[in-house]
């Protein structure tokens, strides 16, 4: 059903895998395969997806170490799967009122260990809507090579992660910042 | 000295206040007193400097929460004084490539609940010279008001934080792109 | 293999279970089903426990609240088996001497907020072999109902985690003490 | 006053020292000078407190590392006053059910790396009235060779950290229990 949906207007689908037994329909359906963070130790399943040719977007655990999270790529690459996409998501600090911290400087950090892309999760990062926008431009100048944002089109109705999800406005506006920051950092979205 | 050549080149001067005896001769020859991180938390210091004219820069501490930080403010405005200016430097974590965790989150949060201008530290916050600029680029991005940079025309013999000292030319490229991404985000430098 | 060299001493069986694949052998087998600290959160997998007899042991997450532990433990209990163990096995912190810092409090809090046992592994709690007597010693008289304790008869030889496993005659001084301290608190062990 | 009181009934005297200023009262009138957690690194107030003659209690900071703490000692020690007593007091982390995470690891890790004596406060550490005697014992039994716990007759109306004392009955029966756990861990108290 989303890769219908997905065909119709020319968007690429990113299924998260949890489950070893889930891999065969996905690589059939979906473009990327996400590990979430709950999942980014789970070493069967990442040399399984190292076995299989979609890409696979790997997110940081909450826990986790820089280091920890390219040996954890390292798994998926040893089976000959180079298309690894990294996640910065948010590490779990004695701060509370963000759900999480995002550690963008995770971002240069993993540009100067590694040539695996990095992109950042503003969303999950901070888990609400007001700091979605401000964390997505500080990633993007912070070098990050993509993002992963929540959009709804009635976000306070969402189903889930509501709270996180920001409206089409709000997105068309932040993708008009992120176009100038990438240009003053000398790159193009 | 300070003070001397300060004002021959027209520069300001931020003195850091360790203790309550430094406030006299500082308020006389600084510009701006600095509580460092390890004294958020004095109170007695932060009530003297409630009661002296000259601007307060005030340092989050290493572990302290956001709203903690606010808390601190409060002492010096009770006071009478309301200049205060906040600072996120990096929080200590669990990760330890960098030698703390810059929260750049904390930037739109204290946007949202005070008025208060806040600046961020990227030298202190990661530690290390090449992660400066981009997290200096970030925490504008982010909509800081200003950043504390550390530079050394010669870093790798400076008697103190050379390893994360600038070198001046890195120093204005890094200001051509702060430029461009303030114009990005709507603001001036 | 394990099942017979059990059998023939009288000894208890634990494994772990790292994918619910693995849920049908495991039961037939062992006695105890151990969840590890990454898969606290692998929700498919406790469901599945929930519906086998076999006893739960399952481990704290290393970024897991006390609270998200006691959630963990419902997806079992929802299923049906009431037999769950939960087990502090260390939390991460900026603390890098110790491998993770035990979290002893989380045993009077667990004690206080449910009615399930709870263990603690000082072992992985600490990483090193001369710290896991006296936590193991603290844990206990914290009031935890047993202790996972590593031992190998030549750790320094040992194919896995030797730097944390204690000998068989630290072992037995360990449990004299741990008798006595057991008695002291009212308790037998 | 409380020289009085202590004098009347053969007790010591604990005070805190929060500043250079407050040295000289002090050691004329308390018995032991604490430095707070706030203070631990502050470096000026324990290069004098090297200079004196009373013992000192070095409180661990919510954010130090032990090697940290025992870093801060040196300044005293390198003063000249070797009676420093090294305190445990609980470390920020992710987890809010306790007020801090009593580190109790820190006590043989300090066992190991120095000659200090080292002693925790599992009221501060907790928070919580109820976690009080069993991390109390907890800390005997991992070796502390002392302990802070507040008491007050009636901690309900305590002016300050009520939630966090125990009642005298509560007291005499912990005492009871740690001189057990002593014998058993071969010491006495």
Same mark, same amino acid.
């Given at each position: 059903?989303?890769?219908?949906?997905?065909?119709?207007?020319?968007?690429?689908?990113?299924?998260?895998?949890?489950?070893?037994?889930?891999?065969?329909?996905?690589?059939?359906? %979906?473009?990327?395969?996400?590990?979430?963070?709950?999942?980014? *130790?789970?070493?069967?399943?990442?040399?399984?997806?190292?076995?299989?040719?979609?890409?696979? &977007?790997?997110?940081?655990?909450?826990?986790?170490?820089?280091?920890?999270?390219?040996?954890?790529?390292?798994?998926? &690459?040893?089976? !000959?799967?180079?298309?690894?996409?990294?996640?910065?998501?948010?590490?779990?600090?004695?701060?509370?009122?963000?759900?999480?911290?995002?550690?963008?400087?995770?971002?240069?950090?993993?540009?100067? &260990?590694?040539?695996?892309?990095?992109?950042?999760?503003?969303?999950?990062?901070?888990?609400?809507?007001?700091?979605?926008?401000?964390?997505?431009?500080?990633?993007? %100048?912070?070098?990050?090579?993509?993002?992963?944002?929540?959009?709804?089109?009635?976000?306070?109705?969402?189903?889930?992660?509501? %709270? *996180?999800?920001?409206?089409?406005?709000?997105?068309?506006?932040?993708?008009? *910042?992120?176009?100038?920051? %990438?240009?003053?950092? !000398?790159?193009?979205?």
């Amino acid at each position: 059903m989303l890769r219908t949906a997905a065909d119709r207007h020319g968007l690429l689908v990113i299924s998260e895998v949890m489950d070893l037994t889930q891999i065969p329909l996905l690589t059939e359906y %979906a473009d990327i395969l996400q590990v979430g963070a709950r999942n980014m *130790q789970n070493f069967n399943l990442l040399r399984e997806l190292g076995k299989q040719p979609k890409p696979v &977007l790997l997110k940081r655990g909450i826990a986790a170490s820089i280091e920890e999270l390219l040996l954890s790529a390292e798994y998926i &690459l040893t089976g !000959g799967n180079y298309n690894v996409i990294l996640c910065e998501r948010g590490i779990r600090t004695f701060e509370t009122y963000t759900q999480n911290t995002l550690d963008l400087s995770a971002i240069p950090v993993i540009k100067k &260990l590694s040539h695996l892309p990095i992109v950042a999760d503003p969303s999950h990062g901070t888990g609400r809507r007001d700091f979605v926008a401000p964390m997505a431009r500080a990633a993007i %100048a912070a070098g990050a090579d993509g993002l992963l944002v929540e959009i709804h089109p009635d976000p306070d109705r969402a189903l889930s992660d509501g %709270a *996180q999800s920001m409206r089409p406005d709000q997105f068309e506006e932040l993708m008009r *910042q992120l176009h100038a920051i %990438a240009l003053a950092v !000398g790159r193009t979205l």
